[in-house]
Each structure stands twice: as C-alpha cells, then as structure tokens.
C-alpha cells in the first residue's frame, strides 16, 4: 500500500511539473487559435434562436473546435460562460464545463448536439401555432364541403 501511495505522489508530483512547464505553450497556441480561427463548416450550423450572431458564431467555433480536438476549446467555452447561449440550462453548462474541462471532447460534442436537438424540436413545434396566431381571425369562419370534380379510379397495372 505504501508503494502504490508513493507511487501515485511521484505522478502527481510529475504531472504538477509537466502542467506548469506545459503553460507557456498552452497559452501560445490557445492565443494562436484565437486569432486564427477557422472558419465554420457548414455542419456547425445552428437552428434559430434569440441568441445574437456573436454568440452562433461562437458556438460554431467552439464546435469545430472539439471536432479538431483543439485545446482552443477550452477559451472558447470561457467566453461563451459569460454570455450563454438561451438553450444551455445550467445542468448543460455544468456538464459541457466537465466534459471540456476533463478534455472529453465526443462527449461535449454529443451535449451540444443534444441542445441542438432540442432546439430544433422546439422551434418546429412552435412553428404552427406561429402560423395559426398569424391568421387568426382573418379568412373562412366555417368549414367547405369538399367539392371533387372528377371521379377518382382505382389504378389498373399491367393492362
């Protein structure tokens, strides 16, 4: 017991040293991402909302970002922490921070096409009652009899 206690020290005490000497760089190419950032592929693409195109902008980077596996990912969800996309509850906030802070990066990118989901199947539906209030007391208040002008036969096949 006592080796794996001074075992599991000595990494943590490596992994201490690697993260520290590491810093410099992550800040380098986090910077570098940054200013270079890609531009969005059409897949990145989000339904519409009441966010601003900032925040779809960000979101799309951010989702690029995770699908390169970029550490830039990490920055770009400190910002968007800031001013939140409307779709994130805070259980989605709490689990994308997990997910990208321990570097799980598929399973940020399920979260996010989770929300996108809900986002769609919630604007879809939405989207007939939209239409109802729109015309709502305009037109016919009673319904037609349907009028058919020809007959309808069945089909013949290979006659």
């Known amino acids: 017991m006592a080796d794996l206690e001074a075992g ?3 990494l943590e ?25 890609l531009e969005p592929k059409a897949t990145d693409t989000l339904p ?5 195109p900032q925040i779809a902008g960000q979101l799309a980077a951010l989702h690029a970002a995770l699908r390169r596996r ?3 990912a990490l920055d770009l969800f400190e910002d968007l922490k800031r001013d939140p996309p409307t779709a994130w509850d805070a259980e ?4 994308l921070g997990e997910a990208i802070t321990n570097l799980r ?4 990118l399920k979260l996010l096409e989770q929300v996108k ?25 009673m319904d037609q009899p349907e009028r058919q002008v020809t007959e309808a036969h069945a089909a013949a096949f290979g006659e």
């Open 48 to 52: 519409p909302s009441a966010d601003t």
């Open 70 to 72: 970029d550490l830039s």
């Open 105 to 108: 990066f598929e399973t940020a």
């Open 117 to 141: 989901v809900r986002q769609e199947q919630a604007s879809s539906s939405r989207l007939g009652s939209r239409i109802a209030a729109r015309f709502r007391g305009q037109g016919l208040d």
């Open 8 to 10: 599991l020290a000595d």
């Open 92 to 95: 989605t906030r709490r689990a």
């Open 13 to 37: 005490r490596r992994v201490a040293e690697l993260t520290a000497a590491a810093a410099p760089w992550l800040a380098a190419v986090s910077a570098q991402a940054r200013d270079q950032r």
